[in-house]
Protein backbone atom coordinates (compact mmCIF):
# COMPACT_ATOMS: atom_id res chain seq x y z
CA UNK A 1 0.00 0.00 0.00
CA UNK A 2 1.65 3.55 -1.30
CA UNK A 3 1.92 6.15 0.93
CA UNK A 4 -0.96 8.20 -0.84
CA UNK A 5 -3.28 4.98 -0.20
CA UNK A 6 -3.06 4.68 3.49
CA UNK A 7 -6.52 5.59 3.85
CA UNK A 8 -7.46 2.40 2.63
CA UNK A 9 -6.98 1.47 6.37
CA UNK A 10 -9.60 3.56 7.31
CA UNK A 11 -11.90 2.21 4.25
CA UNK A 12 -11.09 -1.45 5.48
CA UNK A 13 -12.01 -0.12 9.31
CA UNK A 14 -15.10 0.42 8.21
CA UNK A 15 -16.02 -2.05 5.98
CA UNK A 16 -14.66 -5.38 7.27
CA UNK A 17 -16.78 -7.08 9.78
CA UNK A 18 -15.23 -6.52 13.15
CA UNK A 19 -15.40 -9.55 16.06
CA UNK A 20 -18.65 -8.46 17.80
CA UNK A 21 -20.22 -8.54 14.54
CA UNK A 22 -18.80 -11.59 13.43
CA UNK A 23 -19.59 -13.38 16.77
CA UNK A 24 -23.55 -12.11 16.62
CA UNK A 25 -23.56 -13.18 12.88
CA UNK A 26 -22.25 -16.84 13.29
CA UNK A 27 -24.14 -17.27 16.52
CA UNK A 28 -27.64 -16.72 14.36
CA UNK A 29 -26.15 -18.36 10.95
CA UNK A 30 -25.06 -21.89 13.60
CA UNK A 31 -28.49 -21.64 15.33
CA UNK A 32 -30.37 -21.46 12.18
CA UNK A 33 -28.41 -24.51 10.56
CA UNK A 34 -28.78 -26.62 13.79
CA UNK A 35 -32.47 -26.17 14.17
CA UNK A 36 -32.66 -26.74 10.12
CA UNK A 37 -30.66 -29.84 10.01
CA UNK A 38 -32.43 -31.66 12.70
CA UNK A 39 -35.39 -31.70 10.87
CA UNK A 40 -33.48 -32.23 7.12
CA UNK A 41 -33.81 -36.16 6.73
CA UNK A 42 -32.70 -37.05 3.55
CA UNK A 43 -30.71 -33.26 2.54
CA UNK A 44 -28.47 -30.75 4.30
CA UNK A 45 -27.77 -27.80 5.04
CA UNK A 46 -24.91 -25.35 4.66
CA UNK A 47 -23.65 -21.48 4.43
CA UNK A 48 -23.38 -20.57 1.01
CA UNK A 49 -22.66 -17.06 -0.58
CA UNK A 50 -19.92 -14.54 0.73
CA UNK A 51 -21.15 -15.82 4.45
CA UNK A 52 -19.28 -19.14 3.36
CA UNK A 53 -16.41 -17.08 1.02
CA UNK A 54 -15.32 -14.78 4.16
CA UNK A 55 -16.10 -11.44 1.73
CA UNK A 56 -19.21 -10.17 3.01
CA UNK A 57 -19.01 -6.31 4.14
CA UNK A 58 -19.92 -5.44 7.72
CA UNK A 59 -23.47 -4.28 8.39
CA UNK A 60 -24.70 -6.97 5.90
CA UNK A 61 -27.57 -8.97 8.12
CA UNK A 62 -28.27 -10.97 5.13
CA UNK A 63 -27.71 -14.82 4.74
CA UNK A 64 -27.43 -17.49 2.21
CA UNK A 65 -28.44 -20.94 2.93
CA UNK A 66 -27.90 -24.02 0.48
CA UNK A 67 -30.54 -26.94 1.35
CA UNK A 68 -28.07 -29.59 -0.72
CA UNK A 69 -30.16 -32.83 -1.78
CA UNK A 70 -28.71 -36.13 -2.71
CA UNK A 71 -27.66 -35.99 -6.00
CA UNK A 72 -28.56 -40.01 -6.80
CA UNK A 73 -32.05 -39.69 -5.00
CA UNK A 74 -33.17 -36.66 -6.22
CA UNK A 75 -31.51 -35.49 -9.47
CA UNK A 76 -34.85 -36.74 -11.31
CA UNK A 77 -36.97 -34.77 -8.78
CA UNK A 78 -35.31 -31.80 -9.44
CA UNK A 79 -38.27 -29.69 -10.17
CA UNK A 80 -39.98 -30.86 -6.81
CA UNK A 81 -37.00 -29.84 -4.16
CA UNK A 82 -38.54 -26.42 -3.60
CA UNK A 83 -41.84 -28.39 -2.52
CA UNK A 84 -40.17 -30.69 -0.27
CA UNK A 85 -38.38 -28.21 1.42
CA UNK A 86 -41.14 -25.99 1.81
CA UNK A 87 -42.85 -28.10 4.50
CA UNK A 88 -39.90 -28.54 6.47
CA UNK A 89 -38.85 -24.96 6.49
CA UNK A 90 -42.43 -24.28 8.03
CA UNK A 91 -42.13 -26.83 10.59
CA UNK A 92 -38.50 -25.51 11.86
CA UNK A 93 -39.94 -21.72 11.85
CA UNK A 94 -43.36 -21.92 12.92
CA UNK A 95 -43.62 -18.68 13.89
CA UNK A 96 -41.54 -17.07 10.94
CA UNK A 97 -43.20 -15.89 7.71
CA UNK A 98 -41.82 -17.69 4.92
CA UNK A 99 -42.08 -16.40 1.77
CA UNK A 100 -41.05 -18.47 -1.52
CA UNK A 101 -39.73 -16.45 -4.63
CA UNK A 102 -40.52 -17.77 -7.87
CA UNK A 103 -37.68 -18.43 -9.95
CA UNK A 104 -35.58 -20.87 -11.82
CA UNK A 105 -35.90 -23.27 -9.01
CA UNK A 106 -38.31 -22.02 -6.11
CA UNK A 107 -36.34 -20.65 -3.19
CA UNK A 108 -37.54 -19.30 0.41
CA UNK A 109 -37.37 -15.84 2.40
CA UNK A 110 -37.41 -15.47 6.13
CA UNK A 111 -36.43 -13.41 9.07
CA UNK A 112 -34.58 -14.70 11.88
CA UNK A 113 -33.29 -13.19 15.05
CA UNK A 114 -32.73 -9.53 12.86
CA UNK A 115 -31.36 -11.52 10.03
CA UNK A 116 -32.58 -11.98 6.48
CA UNK A 117 -31.80 -15.76 5.56
CA UNK A 118 -32.02 -16.97 1.63
CA UNK A 119 -33.16 -20.82 1.80
CA UNK A 120 -32.17 -22.12 -1.79
CA UNK A 121 -32.62 -26.07 -2.77
CA UNK A 122 -30.03 -27.41 -4.52
CA UNK A 123 -28.96 -30.77 -5.87
CA UNK A 124 -25.13 -31.89 -3.73
CA UNK A 125 -22.88 -31.86 -6.76
CA UNK A 126 -18.89 -32.26 -7.48
CA UNK A 127 -18.96 -31.16 -10.59
CA UNK A 128 -20.52 -27.99 -12.71
CA UNK A 129 -21.65 -30.76 -15.52
CA UNK A 130 -24.36 -32.67 -12.76
CA UNK A 131 -26.21 -29.22 -12.27
CA UNK A 132 -29.46 -28.99 -13.49
CA UNK A 133 -30.00 -25.68 -12.25
CA UNK A 134 -27.57 -22.84 -12.09
CA UNK A 135 -27.81 -22.96 -8.19
CA UNK A 136 -26.81 -25.99 -8.26
CA UNK A 137 -22.96 -24.86 -9.02
CA UNK A 138 -23.23 -22.67 -6.32
CA UNK A 139 -21.05 -24.04 -3.60
CA UNK A 140 -18.39 -24.87 -6.09
CA UNK A 141 -18.10 -21.00 -6.17
CA UNK A 142 -17.52 -21.10 -2.73
CA UNK A 143 -14.99 -24.14 -2.60
CA UNK A 144 -13.00 -22.22 -5.54
CA UNK A 145 -13.05 -18.80 -4.04
CA UNK A 146 -11.60 -19.91 -0.73
CA UNK A 147 -9.06 -22.04 -1.87
CA UNK A 148 -7.60 -19.42 -4.18
CA UNK A 149 -8.32 -15.95 -2.54
CA UNK A 150 -7.01 -17.29 0.80
CA UNK A 151 -4.99 -14.19 1.56
CA UNK A 152 -7.21 -11.36 -0.84
CA UNK A 153 -10.28 -11.27 1.38
CA UNK A 154 -9.42 -7.40 2.46
CA UNK A 155 -9.09 -6.85 -1.35
CA UNK A 156 -12.20 -8.54 -2.19
CA UNK A 157 -14.03 -6.15 0.45
CA UNK A 158 -12.34 -3.05 -0.97
CA UNK A 159 -13.50 -3.94 -4.64
CA UNK A 160 -17.15 -4.59 -3.50
CA UNK A 161 -16.90 -1.71 -1.52
CA UNK A 162 -15.63 0.60 -4.60
CA UNK A 163 -18.25 -0.94 -7.09
CA UNK A 164 -21.20 -0.70 -4.31
CA UNK A 165 -20.46 3.34 -4.06
CA UNK A 166 -20.45 3.72 -7.51
CA UNK A 167 -24.08 2.08 -7.44
CA UNK A 168 -22.58 -1.09 -9.64
CA UNK A 169 -22.51 -3.94 -7.38
CA UNK A 170 -25.11 -6.34 -8.14
CA UNK A 171 -25.84 -8.54 -10.91
CA UNK A 172 -29.61 -8.02 -10.48
CA UNK A 173 -30.87 -6.82 -13.90
CA UNK A 174 -32.52 -3.62 -12.37
CA UNK A 175 -28.95 -2.90 -11.55
CA UNK A 176 -26.64 -4.68 -14.19
CA UNK A 177 -23.37 -4.35 -12.74
CA UNK A 178 -21.39 -7.28 -10.88
CA UNK A 179 -21.84 -9.83 -9.18
CA UNK A 180 -20.08 -10.21 -5.50
CA UNK A 181 -18.78 -13.76 -7.60
CA UNK A 182 -17.41 -11.78 -10.67
CA UNK A 183 -15.17 -9.31 -8.14
CA UNK A 184 -13.84 -12.46 -6.46
CA UNK A 185 -12.82 -13.77 -9.32
CA UNK A 186 -11.44 -10.33 -10.64
CA UNK A 187 -9.32 -9.76 -7.53
CA UNK A 188 -7.80 -14.04 -7.97
CA UNK A 189 -7.17 -13.27 -11.47
CA UNK A 190 -5.33 -9.78 -10.67
CA UNK A 191 -4.29 -10.15 -7.09
CA UNK A 192 -5.05 -7.29 -5.73
CA UNK A 193 -7.93 -4.33 -5.67
CA UNK A 194 -5.61 -1.97 -7.35
CA UNK A 195 -4.75 -4.53 -9.47
CA UNK A 196 -8.06 -4.79 -11.16
CA UNK A 197 -8.36 -1.14 -11.17
CA UNK A 198 -5.41 -0.78 -13.38
CA UNK A 199 -6.01 -3.79 -15.79
CA UNK A 200 -9.65 -2.31 -16.48
CA UNK A 201 -7.87 0.15 -18.52
CA UNK A 202 -6.94 -2.09 -21.21
CA UNK A 203 -10.40 -3.75 -21.28
CA UNK A 204 -12.30 -3.60 -24.25
CA UNK A 205 -15.40 -4.83 -25.82
CA UNK A 206 -15.22 -8.23 -25.44
CA UNK A 207 -12.11 -8.65 -23.05
CA UNK A 208 -11.98 -12.88 -22.31
CA UNK A 209 -10.83 -12.96 -18.83
CA UNK A 210 -10.19 -16.92 -18.05
CA UNK A 211 -8.45 -17.19 -15.25
CA UNK A 212 -8.32 -21.09 -15.45
CA UNK A 213 -7.63 -20.70 -19.07
CA UNK A 214 -10.71 -22.91 -20.02
CA UNK A 215 -10.15 -21.47 -24.02
CA UNK A 216 -7.07 -20.47 -26.35
CA UNK A 217 -7.00 -16.82 -26.66
CA UNK A 218 -10.43 -15.48 -27.50
CA UNK A 219 -11.97 -18.93 -28.64
CA UNK A 220 -14.44 -18.34 -25.74
CA UNK A 221 -16.54 -15.61 -27.97
CA UNK A 222 -17.10 -18.33 -30.41
CA UNK A 223 -18.05 -21.01 -28.03
CA UNK A 224 -19.99 -19.15 -25.98
CA UNK A 225 -23.97 -18.57 -27.08
CA UNK A 226 -24.43 -15.08 -27.91
CA UNK A 227 -26.91 -14.45 -24.95
CA UNK A 228 -23.93 -15.38 -23.04
CA UNK A 229 -22.06 -12.55 -23.81
CA UNK A 230 -21.57 -9.16 -22.04
CA UNK A 231 -19.13 -5.98 -22.44
CA UNK A 232 -17.06 -8.25 -19.85
CA UNK A 233 -16.41 -11.69 -20.36
CA UNK A 234 -15.20 -13.76 -17.37
CA UNK A 235 -15.65 -17.27 -18.00
CA UNK A 236 -17.14 -19.03 -14.44
CA UNK A 237 -13.62 -21.11 -13.38
CA UNK A 238 -16.10 -23.86 -12.36
CA UNK A 239 -17.78 -24.05 -15.67
CA UNK A 240 -16.56 -23.39 -18.57
CA UNK A 241 -19.97 -22.74 -20.36
CA UNK A 242 -20.67 -19.87 -18.22
CA UNK A 243 -19.84 -16.41 -18.71
CA UNK A 244 -20.15 -15.03 -14.70
CA UNK A 245 -20.29 -11.60 -16.21
CA UNK A 246 -23.31 -12.24 -18.15
CA UNK A 247 -25.60 -9.58 -16.47
CA UNK A 248 -22.87 -7.10 -16.66
CA UNK A 249 -24.70 -4.12 -18.96
CA UNK A 250 -22.08 -1.62 -20.97
CA UNK A 251 -23.18 1.31 -18.99
CA UNK A 252 -21.93 -0.58 -15.63
CA UNK A 253 -18.92 -1.65 -17.57
CA UNK A 254 -18.32 1.86 -19.01
CA UNK A 255 -18.49 3.92 -15.60
CA UNK A 256 -16.41 1.12 -13.80
CA UNK A 257 -13.79 2.13 -16.27
CA UNK A 258 -14.62 5.63 -15.16
CA UNK A 259 -13.79 5.64 -12.09
CA UNK A 260 -11.11 3.11 -12.14
CA UNK A 261 -9.22 5.89 -14.06
CA UNK A 262 -10.47 8.71 -11.82
CA UNK A 263 -9.30 6.58 -8.69
CA UNK A 264 -5.92 5.60 -9.95
CA UNK A 265 -5.39 9.90 -11.13
CA UNK A 266 -6.43 11.01 -7.59
CA UNK A 267 -6.82 8.23 -5.13
CA UNK A 268 -9.56 8.96 -2.12
CA UNK A 269 -11.74 7.83 0.53
CA UNK A 270 -14.72 9.22 -1.25
CA UNK A 271 -14.60 6.71 -3.91
CA UNK A 272 -15.95 3.80 -1.26
CA UNK A 273 -18.30 6.36 -0.20
CA UNK A 274 -22.05 6.01 -1.84
CA UNK A 275 -23.21 9.59 -2.25
CA UNK A 276 -27.14 9.81 -1.71
CA UNK A 277 -29.14 11.69 -4.58
CA UNK A 278 -30.62 15.01 -2.81
CA UNK A 279 -32.86 17.49 -4.69
CA UNK A 280 -30.76 19.80 -2.85
CA UNK A 281 -27.16 18.85 -3.54
CA UNK A 282 -28.94 18.55 -7.65
CA UNK A 283 -30.18 22.35 -7.14
CA UNK A 284 -26.56 23.43 -6.10
CA UNK A 285 -24.78 21.40 -8.85
CA UNK A 286 -27.69 22.96 -11.54
CA UNK A 287 -28.34 25.93 -9.67
CA UNK A 288 -30.18 27.73 -13.33
CA UNK A 289 -31.96 24.65 -14.81
CA UNK A 290 -35.19 22.49 -13.64
CA UNK A 291 -35.16 19.76 -11.48
CA UNK A 292 -37.87 17.13 -11.97
CA UNK A 293 -38.68 15.07 -9.02
CA UNK A 294 -40.80 12.01 -9.22
CA UNK A 295 -41.20 9.56 -6.52
CA UNK A 296 -43.19 6.99 -7.49
CA UNK A 297 -45.35 4.69 -5.53
CA UNK A 298 -43.99 0.93 -6.52
CA UNK A 299 -45.60 -2.48 -6.73
CA UNK A 300 -44.96 -5.31 -4.62
CA UNK A 301 -43.24 -8.28 -5.12
CA UNK A 302 -39.68 -9.88 -6.03
CA UNK A 303 -37.00 -6.93 -5.29
CA UNK A 304 -35.58 -8.09 -9.12
CA UNK A 305 -39.10 -7.52 -10.66
CA UNK A 306 -39.80 -4.91 -8.91
CA UNK A 307 -36.48 -3.23 -9.87
CA UNK A 308 -36.57 -4.03 -13.41
CA UNK A 309 -40.45 -2.08 -13.78
CA UNK A 310 -38.81 1.02 -11.80
CA UNK A 311 -35.83 1.12 -13.76
CA UNK A 312 -38.43 0.55 -17.40
CA UNK A 313 -40.66 3.40 -15.44
CA UNK A 314 -37.53 5.94 -15.40
CA UNK A 315 -36.14 4.90 -18.78
CA UNK A 316 -39.43 5.92 -20.26
CA UNK A 317 -39.55 9.09 -18.68
CA UNK A 318 -36.15 9.82 -19.46
CA UNK A 319 -36.62 8.80 -23.35
CA UNK A 320 -39.94 11.14 -23.22
CA UNK A 321 -38.36 13.89 -21.45
CA UNK A 322 -35.32 14.24 -24.31
CA UNK A 323 -37.22 17.14 -26.00
CA UNK A 324 -36.75 19.63 -22.88
CA UNK A 325 -33.28 18.97 -22.98
CA UNK A 326 -32.07 16.71 -20.78
CA UNK A 327 -29.06 17.98 -18.50
CA UNK A 328 -28.54 14.94 -16.02
CA UNK A 329 -30.77 11.71 -15.00
CA UNK A 330 -30.72 9.33 -12.45
CA UNK A 331 -32.17 7.32 -10.33
CA UNK A 332 -32.75 5.67 -6.85
CA UNK A 333 -35.23 3.01 -6.25
CA UNK A 334 -38.56 4.82 -6.36
CA UNK A 335 -37.44 8.04 -6.71
CA UNK A 336 -36.36 9.72 -10.09
CA UNK A 337 -34.27 12.58 -10.88
CA UNK A 338 -34.11 15.12 -14.39
CA UNK A 339 -32.72 18.34 -14.65
CA UNK A 340 -33.57 19.64 -18.16
CA UNK A 341 -33.00 23.33 -19.60
CA UNK A 342 -36.15 23.88 -20.54
CA UNK A 343 -39.42 24.21 -18.86
CA UNK A 344 -41.57 24.38 -21.85
CA UNK A 345 -41.76 23.88 -25.76
CA UNK A 346 -42.47 26.24 -28.44
CA UNK A 347 -46.68 26.15 -28.48
CA UNK A 348 -46.64 25.20 -32.36
CA UNK A 349 -44.30 22.45 -33.86
CA UNK A 350 -42.99 22.60 -37.70
CA UNK A 351 -44.32 20.12 -39.90
CA UNK A 352 -42.73 19.32 -43.38
CA UNK A 353 -44.02 18.34 -46.32
CA UNK A 354 -43.18 17.33 -50.17
CA UNK A 355 -41.12 19.22 -52.21
CA UNK A 356 -43.79 21.81 -54.63
CA UNK A 357 -42.60 19.91 -57.33
CA UNK A 358 -44.49 16.62 -56.07
CA UNK A 359 -48.12 18.50 -56.94
CA UNK A 360 -49.76 15.33 -56.21
CA UNK A 361 -48.08 15.05 -52.84
CA UNK A 362 -48.70 18.56 -52.02
CA UNK A 363 -52.44 18.75 -52.86
CA UNK A 364 -52.59 15.86 -50.04
CA UNK A 365 -50.58 17.52 -48.01
CA UNK A 366 -52.86 20.61 -47.83
CA UNK A 367 -55.79 18.32 -47.67
CA UNK A 368 -54.40 16.69 -44.24
CA UNK A 369 -53.10 19.85 -42.80
CA UNK A 370 -54.74 23.53 -42.14
CA UNK A 371 -51.89 26.76 -42.53
CA UNK A 372 -49.77 24.97 -44.91
CA UNK A 373 -47.40 27.87 -46.12
CA UNK A 374 -44.42 27.33 -48.39
CA UNK A 375 -40.46 27.95 -47.38
CA UNK A 376 -37.40 27.04 -49.27
CA UNK A 377 -39.21 24.75 -52.16
CA UNK A 378 -41.19 22.82 -49.88
CA UNK A 379 -44.36 22.97 -48.36
CA UNK A 380 -44.82 22.89 -44.33
CA UNK A 381 -47.50 23.24 -41.49
CA UNK A 382 -47.70 24.14 -38.10
CA UNK A 383 -48.73 21.69 -35.75
CA UNK A 384 -49.90 23.00 -32.06
CA UNK A 385 -48.29 20.93 -29.13
CA UNK A 386 -50.77 19.92 -26.74
CA UNK A 387 -48.39 19.37 -23.99
CA UNK A 388 -45.85 21.93 -24.59
CA UNK A 389 -45.89 22.57 -20.99
CA UNK A 390 -43.34 20.60 -18.64
CA UNK A 391 -45.80 20.03 -16.04
CA UNK A 392 -48.65 18.91 -18.68
CA UNK A 393 -46.15 16.75 -20.24
CA UNK A 394 -45.83 15.00 -17.81
CA UNK A 395 -48.96 14.50 -16.46
CA UNK A 396 -49.35 12.99 -19.90
CA UNK A 397 -46.44 10.71 -19.70
CA UNK A 398 -47.64 9.25 -15.41
CA UNK A 399 -51.47 8.84 -17.55
CA UNK A 400 -49.62 6.13 -20.06
CA UNK A 401 -50.80 2.68 -19.43
CA UNK A 402 -47.01 1.54 -20.20
CA UNK A 403 -46.20 3.95 -17.62
CA UNK A 404 -49.10 2.82 -15.16
CA UNK A 405 -47.91 -0.71 -15.61
CA UNK A 406 -44.69 -0.67 -14.12
CA UNK A 407 -45.48 1.81 -10.91
CA UNK A 408 -48.52 1.83 -8.89
CA UNK A 409 -48.98 5.72 -8.71
CA UNK A 410 -47.06 8.94 -8.37
CA UNK A 411 -46.93 9.72 -5.14
CA UNK A 412 -44.76 13.06 -5.77
CA UNK A 413 -43.78 15.12 -8.76
CA UNK A 414 -42.11 18.13 -8.37
CA UNK A 415 -40.71 20.97 -10.35
CA UNK A 416 -37.71 23.30 -8.56
Known sequence: MSFKERFLTNVLAKIKPGEPERTAFKAVADSFLQLLNARLKQAQAIMGGSGAKDTWLAGSHDADIFVLFNYQKFSSKSAELSGLLEPILKKTFPKEKINRVHGSRDYFQLNYKQFFFEVIPILN?????????????SPLHSRWVNQHTKKLKEEIRLLKQFCKAQKGYG????????????????????????NVLIASKNWKINTVIDVKKHYRNSQALFELNASKRSPLIVIDPVDKSRNAAAALTLDKFSLFKDKAKDYLKNPGEDFFVRQP???DALKIIYPDQTLVYVEAQEFKGKRDVVGSKLLKAFAYLKQNLQKFEIVFADWDWNKFY???????LPEFAEKSGPPLAMEEAVANFKKKNKSTYVKSGRIYSKIKIKHFRLDSHLKQLFADDYFKKKVQKVRICRLL
Open 277 to 279: LTK
Open 171 to 194: AESYIGGFSGYVLEILVAAYGSFK
Open 125 to 137: ISSAKQALNITDV
Open 338 to 344: FVVKKGQ
